[in-house]
């Protein structure tokens, strides 16, 4: 994959690079950072730590590859999409393996969120020959309204670390594939993923400065180095809003293009003619997925009081039968939360709703032995705390709350600064558009707890973020619109 001398890690047998990758290779930096295991908090690899220099240095090969990047004509592009795609495919164990060794997640999941990945990828190589402009006449005659798309720019895509292939196919696939070049940042708790990826997409074939990837300590050096430049025409970036807000904040001072895919407080709408089993299958996996650790999991689960017993109780049955521990163990179905400070945050969380009247129906506690590993908890609330409420659990940890009518239910689900995913558990077509139409969420998911779809647009609205991944507008959010005016005089070729 990478060259005899490029800096490199074993990790689960697989060689990943541990470089900086600018402009078209890999090398070393002064000082490196150790990535950890969760599941057993040892060390697996020390990655290159980027500075602010770095970060300008990749802005620099990413501005000079711009134009003739550009320029692909559209098949040449999605030729080379193709190719990447097709060794993605090859790699798919590789890409599962080191997921789960870095993220703790298990095997399972990472084989599924590869294959997600996979198919953004395939999804947006395919768009590359369907961005068509408009051809109209001009309101007054005597011109003709001509509208393109143009890429936006040089980019920066700014990556979690709780789908580490996800993020980094989702935005570089959407951002490449418009012609426009990238200086990706990686999580500092899973750089290894991305370096795999970067490594596939240099194997393919894509030119050098088209793609670039940091690793580092120093993010706010990093972003900071790159807003300052006005070089740099857009930022996507995923992850908490606070974060999200200062970044928009740096962004604003050159106008900088902006996407955010922000935090989220996801109510989980049961009502009270839902298929009950559905309705469990379904928060079990919206909620323990990752670990809780995603921004679209089950925040508020919201009961009608005519189901809320029998959910409950098979529920919290449900939750009591997962499995956990390390990812690479069969049958394993919740691992580590990813650090040692996120699991003591989960603890905490538990004791404040434990000090608000909370009820503790299963888990509630760290699990003893090595790694970051909190046990599956469910906790039922009869009173509502709005700080409690409205805060990003991110955690392996299940909330119930009951209400009493449909429009309580919307109430309480809209009852937040978040607007990203939402979920409602209803028999009848109805009441599931009407109630979907009424929550402020930028997705809704009817009768199902897991919704990503590349054909689909991921995003929210208000502090959830701005603009949308996937699906036809995903690769818009890096195309601006060009209107040309061409003035047209008729009489000059046909005549009066």
């Keep these: 994959m990478s060259s005899p001398d490029s800096p490199a890690a074993v ?40 500075t602010g220099e770095h970060a300008l240095e990749a802005l ?35 890409f599962a393996t ?23 990828f395939r999804w947006y190589a395919e768009q590359i020959g369907h961005l068509h402009g408009t051809y109209a006449h001009g309101s007054p005659g005597g011109y003709r309204v001509v509208a393109t798309h143009q890429p936006v720019g040089p980019c920066l895509l700014i990556t979690p670390w709780n789908f580490p292939l996800l993020m980094s196919a989702r935005k570089a696939g959407a951002a490449l594939a418009a012609g426009c070049t990238a200086v990706m940042k990686s999580a500092q708790e ?24 940091l690793h580092t300590t120093a993010s706010a050096a990093i972003s900071d180095a790159v807003l300052g430049d006005r070089r740099l025409r857009k930022i996507s970036f995923t992850g908490s809003t606070g974060v999200g807000s200062h970044l928009l904040g740096k962004a604003a001072h050159n106008i900088v293009n902006s996407s955010m895919e922000l935090g989220g407080d996801g109510p989980f709408v049961v009502l009270d003619d839902a298929n009950v089993d559905l309705a469990v299958e379904q928060a079990v996996a919206c909620k323990f ?49 990813i650090s040692e400070r996120q699991r003591d945050r989960v603890g905490e969380l538990v004791a404040a709703f434990r000090e608000q009247g909370g009820a503790i ?20 609330m009869d009173t509502r705390n709005r700080a409690l409420c409205g805060e990003e659990l991110f955690a392996p940890l299940a909330v119930l709350y009951t209400v009493g009518s449909t429009r309580e239910a919307v109430e309480f689900a809209n009852d937040t600064d978040y607007g990203l995913a939402a979920y409602v558990f ?6 599931a558009v009407a109630v979907a139409e009424k929550l402020d969420f930028g997705m809704v998911g009817v009768n199902r707890g897991i919704m990503a779809d590349p054909a689909a647009p991921f995003g929210g609205v208000k502090a959830s973020g701005l603009g949308r991944e996937g699906g036809h507008d995903g690769i818009y959010e890096f195309l601006e619109p060009k209107y040309l005016a061409l003035t047209i005089d008729e009489t000059e070729v046909i005549g009066a």
């Design 361 to 380: 129906l299963a888990g509630g506690n760290q699990v003893e032995g090595p790694g970051y590993f909190f046990e599956p908890t469910v906790v039922r």
């Design 289 to 337: 997925r990752n670990a809780g650790q995603a921004c679209v999991a089950a925040n508020r689960i919201i009961l009608h009081e005519a189901i809320a017993d029998e959910f409950t109780g098979k529920f919290v049955a449900k939750v009591r039968e997962l499995r956990v521990g390390n990812g690479f163990s069969d049958g394993v179905e919740v691992g580590p939360i």
């Design 98 to 120: 080191v997921m789960t060794a870095e993220s703790g997640k298990p095997l399972a999941e990472s084989r599924g969120e590869f294959d997600l990945s996979a198919g953004f």
């Design 190 to 213: 899973t750089p290894l993923t991305g370096a795999l990826f970067v490594q596939t997409l240099h194997d393919a074939g894509f030119p050098p400065g088209v793609v670039n990837l």
């Design 426 to 431: 209803t028999r009848d077509l109805n009441r």
């Design 11 to 50: 990790v689960h047998g697989r060689k990943v690079p541990t470089g900086l990758y600018i402009d078209g290779g890999w090398r070393s930096a002064k000082t490196t950072f150790t990535v950890v295991d969760p599941a057993e908090d040892k060390p697996i690899a020390k990655v290159a730590d980027a």
């Design 60 to 94: 620099d090969a990413a501005a000079r590859a711009q134009e003739d990047w550009a320029a692909w004509a559209p098949r040449a592009r999605a030729e080379l999409f193709h190719s990447a795609h097709r060794l993605l495919m090859e790699r798919a164990e590789d």
